[in-house]
């Protein structure tokens, strides 16, 4: 066992053909069958490779599997050498630590036996790692290191599609695939996997309202049926299969594993296109559903963050939807009376909230972040079932709203909706987007007075009101004279979660955990 917590040593030599592995003193010769002897020109990766993009990719060999995965690493290491001559491990990294954001440490030690607390990984499971608790969000709507960032959900109409094409084939003897997705068809593809050399490849379906895999390499084609319950019955399905040459192992909704032996099968699959929800190889089967979390070896497909240089390679036409399925972390403000105040300072020329709501008010104040004459200030409300953003810069008020006509519903129907702001200052110039859920209204305005004050100084800020004296003040920059009274959510700004009940420097009114009429 490897993963006790214990020093184990390690120690390969290879010799021509023969190579001689050794652990804990326990040797192994293998005959590599080599012509010739191993050449080392490129860089020697300690502790794992570079992580793997959509337009950036790392060439490893097939063999490689936690490389070809995705998994690096996590523990210490101690004591290299490299033909017997001892690498100095802290003048390696001295440069890299910096860069690795807290990841690379000096020394070895255990902080703690125990990592995991009640609230680490909200609706997921949390496990112990070292020096860390790992969460696993795959039975949930989130994502995230601690699942609370709602999964992007891709809505599919069975003639939409998701199709990546990789910049570089992958070859590997091992793969990984995870997916999250709900439907009412009893038939449907789910994705496809191929190249440009040969008919291999993956293919994932519903046939007759179970999991299908068929699984071609070389001159061997073999059907699984990898799930005997009902998958079309319109709630979330999770599915994890996992590849290692000729065994495969799925996981379903219960985390139960079923371990196939693939008898015959060529250890290598070569990749090059991924299709997900339809192919052109299997016209007519169309998925029709949502599908979230689509992961092939630990790349994340599924999301609304592309960056400009993988628009190449990824190109869909399903439907985004921002809207949560399950909301945690939810607190429930009961009287217009009722907020919570916070500190909060805004460092840079950003601002970039997001929160859920629901509610049946037609007014009330969500968020207000208080200036004390240096700094700026901004508000989020509702008034009279329309969203406002309202920001102010030195003595001048900017709006962006969205009006009840812009919006696909009332915001105050007793829905989760989800409402994104983006704010960022460029000089004498401010761009703001407005969004509740897919529907956005954009506006850039020049600044009237000169100067960034924003975020100098520590400010204040209050959530789902303030106190009853400010509803009056003539230099209030929001409209609505009430609190807000509804459910909460997922509240963050610039990256940075609240948790309304345990943070807060101060709690006016009724306010309770959970979502409550």
Known sequence: ??????????????????????????????????????????????????????????????????????????????????????????EKIEEQISRASGTIEYGCYKKADR???????????????WNRFICNCENTGYIGGRCEKNAVTFQFNGSQSVKISLPSPSTTQSEEIRIRFKTLSPNATLFVTSNEKNEDGLHLSIVNSTLR?????????????????????????????????????????????????????????????IEIGLSSKYPGKGFKGKMQQMKFNNRE??????????????KSTATILHEPSVVIGTVSFRKPESFVK????????LIRLELSLKTEERSGLLLYRESDGDSDAFALEIVDGQVYFTFQHKTVKYLVQLKKSDLP??????????????????????????????????????????????????????????ESRMYALPSRIFKTTM???????????????????????????????????
């Open 1 to 90: 066992m490897v993963n006790d917590g214990q020093w184990h040593k390690l120690k390969i030599i290879l010799r021509g053909r023969i190579m001689s592995v050794s652990f804990d003193g326990v040797e192994r010769k293998v005959d590599t069958k080599t012509k010739s002897n191993i050449r080392l020109k490129k860089p020697l990766y300690l502790g794992g490779v570079e992580s793997p993009g959509a337009t950036h990719q790392l060439t490893l060999p097939s063999q490689m599997w936690a490389g070809m995965l995705g998994y690096n690493y996590v523990g210490c290491i101690s004591e290299l050498l490299l033909n017997g001559s001892p690498v100095n491990l802290t």
């Open 115 to 129: 990592y995991c607390a009640k609230d680490s990984c909200g609706l997921g499971l949390c496990y112990e790692g």
């Open 213 to 273: 895999l068929n699984i071609k390499i070389g001159e061997n084609d073999r059907l699984v049926s990898i799930a005997s319950r009902n998958v079309s019955n319109g709630v979330w399905h999770n599915t994890r299969i996992i590849r290692q040459v000729k065994q495969l192992f799925f996981w379903d909704d219960l985390d139960q594993q079923t371990v196939v032996a693939l008898i015959g099968t060529e250890p290598s699959l070569e990749v090059k296109y």
């Open 301 to 314: 497909y599924l999301t609304d963050h592309i960056s400009p240089s993988e628009n190449k390679y990824i």
């Open 342 to 349: 916070h500190p909060f300072n805004v460092t840079n020329r």
């Open 409 to 466: 519903r009332p915001i105050n129907n007793v829905v989760w909706q989800q409402i994104r702001v983006d704010c960022t200052w460029q000089f004498n110039r401010v761009m703001v987007r407005l969004e509740v859920g897919n529907y956005s209204n954009t506006k850039t305005f020049d600044l009237k007075e000169s100067g960034d004050t924003l975020g100098e100084n520590p400010g204040r800020l209050y959530v789902g009101g303030v």
């Open 483 to 517: 609190g807000y009274v509804g459910c909460l959510a997922q509240l963050e700004i610039n990256g940075i979660s609240f948790n309304l009940t345990r943070q807060s420097l101060k709690k006016n009114g009724f306010i309770v955990e959970g979502c409550r009429n």
